[in-house]
């Protein structure tokens, strides 16, 4: 691709800016069921800040427990050595002095003060006047301002206040506006607005009070969010809120991927936020949160850069004819071909191509009428199966260069399993035992052990899946599925948990194996048909 020109560039510069908050530590959460211990933030803080490049974080509540204290006080000393101590951020309550301390304590500067952004909130929970209520605020950032703390001030249920007491918020902001403090945060907190309302409350927030710096606070109630979030941009907003994965309360908040995109792609604005990195940082929230990402979650979903009819692969094939804007290598990712009884052969030699197998066209047709048999039982295919499918229905035994020949897993009450393992790798065998916090893990950490001999690396298993079919049989078949960090996902199925992740990890390992294997590994077999193309 040729560099921009002049023109371009300029053209990209022209292109409105909008400010990224990150609230995942902080509003994600409040998702029910989550707890990030303080390392954990502190990792996710600095990958937000160093390799995502969103320009804020919001980490915290204030005042909360002795966990989020610690936490806080770990991103703040962190971000101090960088000179990034301004860009993280804690919410506070207007509570005279308590929440400025608190902040102050733990290292912070910033703080996103909650107020009441209507007329109901306002006099219902807090059961104070609007005057009251400014006076409080006002008390609080002045002490807080005289402690060299810097104000931003949530508007909480500024959507309900725009329908219902339009007025309350008029004279609101009107009294914010006189006070030190940066920026005035629209809150949708309930998510009930409609991209339409979103926009025009927010341009007449921006007509009414052209001064003011105003960001949008949204949640996804309705699964409106990110198309609100882009409103809120397109009608003045400057200043945006999501959180990873749209991690948060009930429904969740605005997702950070489809945001970026879709300001770039659909508004024509500019983030300073590093696209390719926003898939990493998904795993790494799903991992700390424990909350799944859904396999069709746009940008970052497991399948959403999967084709699975055939008559996609084919048009991709000939001319890359089923890609958009939203193209995986965007986002440092790769496009990938499903198999399964609505495959065609372009989605077989796709797959086969990544292992580099080379088949004739009559073995392909063998096999690709296998795998859709497969498809219609239901039975899970992944490009890590092929090898063995092709052994089974080619009687093509090179193909399957590593096996586990026998193992044995020892558990005992009190006592940490043992594993022994015999496995074959072309023609060596290799015996090790080990111990390890599980069965399965006893089994890797044997694995391990003979990996300089094998001369194959083993694999970081990123995530790992058990599926047993309803009806509480205890001798069920379990599918295990195991996704790898070498972009692999290998499934086992057997009646036994441990044996059906062994099976998995065969499978990935054959994968590894064939991927490196080149043409040395043909020139094993140069009788066969099937034989194994040279790595791209």
Known sequence: MPPPSPTTRRASRARPLVEILDTTLRDGEQAEGVSMAPAEKLTIARRLLEKVKVDRIEVASGRTSDGERSAVARITDWADTLGLADRVEVLGFVDGQA?????RSVGGRVINLLTKGSL??????????????????????????????????????????????????????????????????????????????????????????PSCRFDFHGHNDYGLATANTLEAALGGARGLHCTVNGMGERAGNTPLDEVVVSLRDHGGLRTNVNERALAGVSQLVENFSGRRVAPNKPIVGENVFTQAAGVHADGDRKGRLYESRLRPSRFGLRRSYAMGKLMGKASLEFNLERLNVTLTDAEKRQLLARIVELGDQKRHVTTADLPFLITELLQTPELRVFEVKDFSIVSN??????????????????????????????FMQALRSVEGQLGIKVPRLLDYQVRIPPGGKTDALVETTIKWDNGLKTVGVDTDQVTAAIQATEHVLNAIALRSAGAGAAAAAPQRSTSLASAD
Not at 99 to 103: F, I, L, M, P
Not at 167 to 172: E, F, G, N, P
Not at 179 to 207: H, K, N, W, Y
């Open 99 to 103: 929440s400025v301390d608190w902040t």
């Open 120 to 209: 109901k909130h306002c006099r219902e929970q807090l059961r104070r006047t609007p005057r009251e209520h400014a006076d409080d605020i006002r008390r609080t950032v002045d002490y807080g301002v005289r402690h060299g703390i810097v104000f931003n001030v949530y508007l909480e249920d500024w959507s309900s206040g725009m329908r219902d007491s339009p007025d309350y918020v008029r004279s609101h902001v009107a009294a914010l506006a006189g006070m030190p403090v940066q920026r005035l945060m629209l809150c949708d907190t309930l998510g009930i607005l409609s991209p339409a309302e979103v926009r025009a409350f927010v341009e007449r927030m921006t007509q009414e009070f």
């Open 413 to 442: 009450l009190g006592l940490r399993p043992v594993a022994t393992i015999l496995v074959r790798y072309r023609d060596a065998e290799l015996q090790a035992t080990a111990s390890g916090d599980g069965g399965y893990d006893a």
